[in-house]
């Protein structure tokens, strides 16, 4: 299994190759380099393993939410990579990376993944381990801290939203912020750890079905007049 994720939906920026079962990473926080650095964390991986493009499995993305020009870029950057060397792509959540990250460092069985999306609000989701991996519970959503909808149980929230709202996270029942002195960011690594299951269940899209999640275009419809 040889998989190359991508990551650049926040103010992180990292790319990842799983190989001979094996993840190397690159990762930096760079807010407004993610177009400058993205590729030539690619190429550097690449050229470490003595790999080209083509020999890979598939590419592995982040679809969001996140930032939209981020998104935008990420999503772009693994279409073309996977239109140049016609491979598969593995699409997967923001929040379910950063669900999967407080797993595999705290081994935490039950996180509420938030990312600061401005303007007074938080992307957001519940995630449970199960069957190996973190898994969403209900729906991902968008919304200001105090609407999110609290779930019986204990709870560790990560990501971006718990520098920015710490106190009103952790005001929610059952929810403790994870400690951590650095903002928490989604990574193309945590991306992997997810991807291989996609892989395993061939759960793949083509280049031209992999899309963008950015949550805030979910608006309701209005009903037609008769």
Request: with cysteine; glycine share 8%; charged share 25%.
């Amino acid at each position: 299994m040889k998989l190359l994720a991508i990551d650049t939906v926040t103010e992180g920026c990292s790319a990842a190759l799983l190989y001979n079962d094996e993840i190397h990473e690159r990762y930096e926080v760079t807010p407004r380099g993610h177009s400058q650095r993205i590729l030539p964390m690619v190429e550097e991986l690449l050229a470490q393993a003595d790999l080209k493009l083509a020999q890979l499995d598939a590419i592995v993305m982040d679809r969001g939410p996140g930032s939209f020009t981020g998104v935008r870029i990420g999503v772009s950057v693994a279409q073309g990579l996977a239109f140049a060397a016609e491979l598969p792509v593995i699409s997967i959540s923001s929040l379910a990376a950063l669900a999967q990250a407080a797993f595999q460092r705290e081994g935490c069985e039950q996180a509420l993944a938030v990312i600061d999306a401005r303007m007074g609000e938080v992307y957001w989701g519940y995630y449970q381990f199960s069957e190996g991996r973190m898994r969403l519970l209900g729906d991902e959503a968008v919304s200001p801290v105090a609407a999110i909808k609290q779930q019986a149980g204990d709870w560790l929230a990560i990501g971006s939203g718990c520098q920015t709202y710490r106190d009103e996270l952790s005001s929610l029942a059952g929810v403790r912020c994870i400690e951590s002195d650095e903002e928490d960011y989604p990574r193309a690594a945590s991306l992997l750890a997810l991807a291989r299951f996609d892989w395993v269940n061939k759960n793949l899209l083509s280049a031209e079905q992999a899309q963008p999640v950015y949550l805030r275009d979910k608006v309701a419809k209005k009903p037609k007049m008769k």
